[in-house]
């Protein structure tokens, strides 16, 4: 498994083995991002939804997507900028700033540098626009020396490492295009990353921003911010969590048929989370994490614009009010970029999260569309009117991220995802073939 190289100095969690988690308060001098609308879930609230042409799809982000945001990576932590909105983020092992106006930012030369304080901590920063730059965050504390830290940019997409590989990716569009466009019942998304290098690092998408509900899709941030907690040493897999009978829903997962209440490890509901799409362990994981608002936060540091979650696991009466979890291809695919290259997890826990993803039970889409024994790490969503599937291909030398999802009936969902699948797979092992522009 390749990491990406990146040049970092130490991160503000030192050595600790426990760090406390603390939620900044805004200074004086700056005002958190205003927003319209009511607030939702720690991020900003929404405005009027468009009326949607397609059935199961949302067409509204919950914050209005922009050309120019980055974020960079750094041990401990992320630092996000959206330089059209003119706002930052920190969020670290030692806390979280919120979303905050930094109205004097500079843009200029492909890069936002600027200055905030909140709290009465000082973060002054460079961020290049361009995903796989160097980007520079200087932390002031009082009575403290400055603590600079550095990191690689993100950016959705990753610009390829080397464009002329990656044109070799570029046929593979057309025939995605021709599955989507076959796929008459439901509308499809569909984004591909090269992880391996062998196409440059080069990511390529149909209706990548298609924003249907998101399904058990979501338990992958659900995860990664459990285990971002992990890393930070705030949460040990071996910490016990009560399961109590009102937690039990139905579904999906193998909770829910076992005898509570009981004491389930961390770990044991993290590995249930993604092996079996276990909904019990997704909703206990989501109250032990704090409510929605964490795995929100970790969603907006990221600048994934198109994700949230809004509602707990087999809540059909939040559904029906309309609070509903929603994704899309580009933002499934950011998530797996970064967790593979170990920009939002440690190695230790990215290897943890993959090998979950490898032991998934629920094989009706991805793998049954590959020949057998072909490896694969993924995450499928099933609603009536949602088919996902999502993750990794495993094969050597040509590793790559997918998301493929769906809107409208199941049924004929299943089959587009695997359609999809299919193409993308017989792609990889064909680069000859596949290389030849159609």
């Not at 050595?15 to 004086?28: G, H, M, Y």
């Not at 309309?322 to 998530?335: A, F, H, I, Q």
């Amino acid at each position: 498994m390749r990491k990406s190289d990146k040049r970092r100095s130490f991160s503000l969690l030192g050595n600790s083995a426990r760090v406390p988690l603390k939620v900044l308060t805004a200074a004086v001098a700056l005002a958190v991002l205003a927003t319209t609308g009511p607030a939702t879930a720690d991020g900003p609230g929404r405005g009027p939804i468009a009326e949607s042409h397609e059935p199961g799809v949302d067409p509204t982000p919950e914050r209005p997507p922009t050309s120019e945001v980055s974020w960079l990576s750094f041990p401990g932590g992320v630092f996000a900028v959206d330089s059209l909105g003119h706002t930052v983020r920190y969020r670290a092992c030692d806390g979280d700033t919120g979303r905050v106006a930094d109205p004097t930012m500079r843009v200029a030369a492909g890069a936002a540098s600027g200055a905030v304080v909140v709290g009465g901590t000082a973060y002054r920063y460079r961020v290049p626009l361009v995903g796989r730059s160097e980007g520079t965050l200087e932390v002031i504390q009082r009575h403290r020396p400055p603590t600079t830290l550095t990191g690689v940019v993100i950016t959705s997409p990753q610009p390829p490492t080397d464009p002329v590989a990656g044109v070799r990716l570029f046929p593979l569009s057309g025939q995605l295009a021709r599955v989507v466009a076959d796929a008459s019942l439901n509308p499809a998304g569909v984004t591909v990353r090269d992880l391996s290098g062998r196409y440059g690092d080069q990511q390529i998408a149909v209706n990548g921003s298609l924003r249907p509900k998101a399904a058990s899709v979501i338990k992958l941030w659900i995860l990664v911010e459990l285990l971002r907690r992990v890393d930070c040493g705030q949460v040990f897999l071996d910490d016990g969590v009560l399961v109590t009978p009102e937690d039990v829903v139905g579904g999906t997962g193998q909770l829910q048929f076992e005898t509570f209440p009981q004491v389930v490890t961390v770990r044991r509901l993290a590995q249930y989370l993604i092996k079996y799409s276990d909904n019990v362990a997704a909703n206990v994981l989501i109250t032990y994490l704090g409510g929605f608002a964490p795995v929100n936060a970790l969603i907006d540091s990221m600048n994934q614009r198109s994700t949230i979650l809004a509602r707990r696991m087999l809540d059909s009466a939040a559904a029906q009010r309309g609070e509903e979890n929603y994704t899309s291809p580009d933002d499934v695919v950011s998530l797996l970029g970064a967790v593979w290259d170990g920009e939002i997890l440690t190695p230790t826990s990215r290897d943890l999260m993959i090998g979950f993803m490898r032991e998934q039970t629920l094989n009706t889409k991805i793998p049954a569309a590959l020949p057998p024994g072909v490896p694969v790490a993924h995450k499928t969503g099933d609603l009536p009117d949602a088919s996902h599937d999502v993750g990794y291909y495993l094969i050597p030398g040509t590793e790559t991220a997918v998301a493929f999802l769906t809107a409208g009936p199941m049924a004929t969902g299943d089959e587009t995802v695997r359609r999809m699948a299919r193409t993308v797979y017989d792609f990889l092992v064909t680069p000859v073939a596949g290389a030849v522009e159609e």
